[in-house]
């Protein structure tokens, strides 16, 4: 059974602001997203979540959903701190 | 009262999720994480996407090192786990909040089928509290 017990003082403030900050920085982001996928609704040929960590692995999956013949001067864009990739 | 929030991710229905301060067991500072709501998860999780902001060097960490390592089935599949003791906060709207200790199972860094999977609030944490979700009304609260 997990124990929890009371808190209260700075580290109440501290956590609240921590939530406040996240959530306020998950609206921007959903904006955001939302804005370039309508501004690029016809271009975009692979997405990856927001969130997603963008490893050597997921280099591959870019690669793999880019035509062979568009590789050579598709688009590979970096969104926010390199969270979200756009493939265009 | 702890209040959690729906969010749609991509074209699935609006999900619930709570957002929790949690870190490594000691240590500083707090990271926000929003854990989806899941009655079907055994223990809480913590994958990759959240891992990276809250597990220092976590991409580098050798994790098939790591004794606590263990293979653990989900509905997308098998995926290599560690056990890694963190703080947690649940921040109640009016009365403070209340903090545990306790282990977390946190995803390797190459679990691909995980890559973008949300941060799971399972049964170890859940059952503590009544637990009301109306996704009519867009509330998720957990009670004690």
């Given amino acids: 059974m997990t124990k929890f017990t009371p808190v209260d003082g700075d580290v109440v403030e501290d956590a609240r602001t921590r939530i406040a900050e996240f959530a306020a920085n998950d609206a921007v982001l959903d904006r955001e997203w939302a804005r370039l996928l309508a501004d690029h609704r016809d271009e975009w040929v692979a997405v990856f979540g927001r969130g997603a960590l963008v490893t050597a692995a997921t280099m591959a999956d870019i690669l793999e959903a880019v035509p062979e013949d568009e590789r050579d001067t598709a688009v590979i864009q970096f969104l926010g701190d390199t969270d979200r990739v756009l493939v265009w | ?144």
Avoid: C
Wanted: avoid cysteine; charge should be negative.
């Fill in chain 2, 1 to 144: 009262m702890i209040r959690g929030h729906f969010k749609r991710r991509g074209s699935a229905p609006p999900a619930p999720y709570v957002t929790v301060p949690v870190r490594i067991a000691g240590s500083h500072p707090w990271t926000a994480v929003d854990f989806l709501v899941d009655t079907g998860a055994d223990l809480t999780v913590i994958h990759p996407q959240d891992a990276a902001r809250v597990v220092p060097n976590y991409a580098t960490r050798d994790f098939d090192e790591d004794p606590s390592r263990r293979a653990v089935g989900g509905i997308g599949g098998t995926s290599t786990f560690v056990t890694m003791t963190f703080d947690l906060l649940l921040v109640d709207d009016e009365h403070g909040a209340i903090a545990a200790t306790l282990p977390l199972l946190v995803a390797g860094p190459r679990g691909d089928v995980l890559r973008n999977a949300p941060s799971l609030l399972g049964r170890d944490i859940l059952s503590e509290f009544a637990l009301y979700v109306d996704a009519r009304t867009g509330t998720v609260t957990l009670t004690r």
